[in-house]
């Protein structure tokens, strides 16, 4: 049986990427929306370097089941008139992964 708590091992990953926010919504927002499935380790919005929001965030939770639900919840769901996008980020890196050459044609 393999309880007790590890040494947060990979399975651990409960990481949340929200895209297609309105430029207002702030860490302040992700908080409120996304704590009431439970605990969360970390939010942030994400701003370039003159401070305007890149219309993306990430929220971590303790739990994954709790990501999960919140993905089911709000996934599409419009805050401030625009549809919020949401993905689970799994193990691994996100972006451009070993499938790069699947891509360039020619």
Do not use: C
Not at 33 to 49: A, M
Not at 66 to 93: C, F, H
Request: no cysteine; net charge neutral; glycine share 16%.
């Amino acid at each position: 049986s393999n309880s007790g708590g590890g040494g947060g091992g990979s399975r651990g990953i409960a990481k949340l990427l929200i895209s297609n926010l309105e430029y207002s919504v702030n860490d302040q927002d992700m908080r409120e929306l996304f704590s009431e499935f439970g605990p969360i380790k970390e939010y942030s919005v994400h701003y370039d370097r003159s401070g305007r929001s890149l219309g993306t965030a990430d929220v971590s939770y303790v739990n994954k089941s709790d990501a999960a639900r919140a993905l089911k919840t709000y996934n599409n769901v419009p805050l401030d008139g625009k549809p919020m996008i949401i993905e689970l980020v799994t193990d691994g890196p996100v972006f451009g992964g070993g499938d790069r050459n699947r891509n360039s044609w020619g």
